[in-house]
């Protein structure tokens, strides 16, 4: 094993803030004075109490979550949700609509098929999903229970630049790899829920807000552990939480406040994303898999002029200390994933690297 830190530019789980990890390192055998790690605490005492009730009240402050919705601390993953959000929400008028821009809305829309009727509001598969329609494209109902739709698709590099108008139809949203990337109105959504791997904490914890009327109506057969209902009531606390990933999602929500919370991370994640886009637009070699008006500010794809060449580039770059740039088999080439853990100074090597690698080759 080497012993420098790489860049690693996975799509997830990803980079985590440095500091945070050295902050979790040092409390790691005695979280300040209790005598034992976090990871051995009762959920239910005093010292771990503290530490959640600390974790969603910054969670709230930093996203701006209004008062009619309830932050709940999840298992089961991004995909868990898949299923919760149709299992609780479908059973208003038995119909939703999906706009289906990647692979995890793609998901998403499938498994919702088991539980109701499902339309499909706009789909950007006619161009391998590298782009996001616009307003207009949009086909709604407005009996829909919900309009669902992923606001970045991590495989494909694109993210929705815009918040659908769905009139009085409730919005649910994937945000798993642009959570806290910038500020949202989340009065304009019904759910957003995200896993925290990408952007927020270690694998494992799963974040739903989930505004509160529209709770209590799922069907009859979703299961206890399912039931958004449940878990508000218990505060996030029916069973065991994720305790270790919603102490680590405290230190990074701590660290992301230092730096001027969401809307500062807004700032720095844009220009990171600049920098790249364009090193590759102004070089020979490479090509953007995405649209430019529908690109990605947290997952930049592009390839080269031959898969000979991009195994080329993802071994260089690898040997240079830029870990896990191999785009997914869906896509092909690169993907550089910049979440908000990752350095400017990380984003700005890459793109040295790129620029010496076009001119070299
Ligand atoms: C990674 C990802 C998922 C899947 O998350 P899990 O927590 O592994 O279930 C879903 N949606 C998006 C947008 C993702 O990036």
Redesign the pocket.
């Known amino acids: 094993m080497g012993t420098e830190r790489v860049y690693n530019f996975s799509a997830?789980p990803s980079m985590l803030p440095f500091e945070v990890l050295e902050r979790a390192g040092a409390e790691i055998t005695n979280y300040q004075g209790s005598g034992m790690s976090v990871m051995e605490m009762s959920h239910r005492s005093k010292v771990f109490d503290k530490i959640f009730q600390d974790t969603k009240a910054n969670f709230i402050r930093l996203f701006h979550v209004p008062d009619n919705y309830k932050v709940l601390f999840l298992q089961g993953?991004?995909?868990?949700q898949f299923s919760m959000v149709p299992l609780n929400l479908i059973g208003k008028t038995g119909k939703a609509d999906y706009a289906v821009t990647g692979n995890?809305a793609s998901i998403a829309y499938k498994e919702a098929k088991k539980y109701g009727t499902i339309s499909l509001a706009a789909s950007s598969e006619d161009k391998n999903h590298t782009y996001i329609p616009q307003q207009n494209q949009l086909k709604l109902d407005s009996e829909a229970s919900y309009f669902y739709y992923?606001a970045?698709?991590?495989i494909y590099g694109t993210e929705w630049q815009y918040v659908p108008d769905t009139g009085d139809v409730p919005i649910v949203c994937?945000m798993?790899?642009n959570f806290l990337s910038r500020p949202v109105d989340v009065s304009k959504y019904g759910v957003i829920f995200g896993?925290a791997?990408?952007n927020l904490a270690p694998?494992g914890l799963?974040i739903a807000i989930v505004r509160e009327d529209l709770a209590g109506h799922e069907l009859p057969y979703t299961p206890l552990m399912m039931n958004y209902k449940t878990m508000i009531d218990k505060d996030s606390m029916y069973n065991t939480p994720p305790c270790w990933c919603i102490y680590m999602l405290g230190l990074v929500l701590e660290w992301l406040d230092s730096k001027g919370g969401v809307e500062g991370m807004e700032k720095i994640k844009h220009d990171k994303a600049a920098l790249l886009y364009d090193v590759l637009d102004n070089s020979k070699l490479f090509t953007c898999a995405a649209e430019k008006a529908s690109r990605s500010d947290m997952n930049v794809t592009f390839r080269s002029v031959s898969e000979e060449l991009d195994a080329k580039f993802v071994k260089e770059a690898t040997a240079a200390g830029f870990t896990n740039l191999k785009g997914h088999r869906n896509v092909g080439g690169m993907r550089a994933s910049i979440y908000n853990a990752m350095p400017v100074e990380g984003v700005e090597k890459l793109a040295d690297f790129i620029r010496a690698f076009d001119k070299a080759n």
Do not use: H, L, P, R
């Open positions: 997830g993953g991004a995909s868990g995890f992923c970045n698709n991590t994937d798993s790899s896993g791997q990408k694998a799963t």
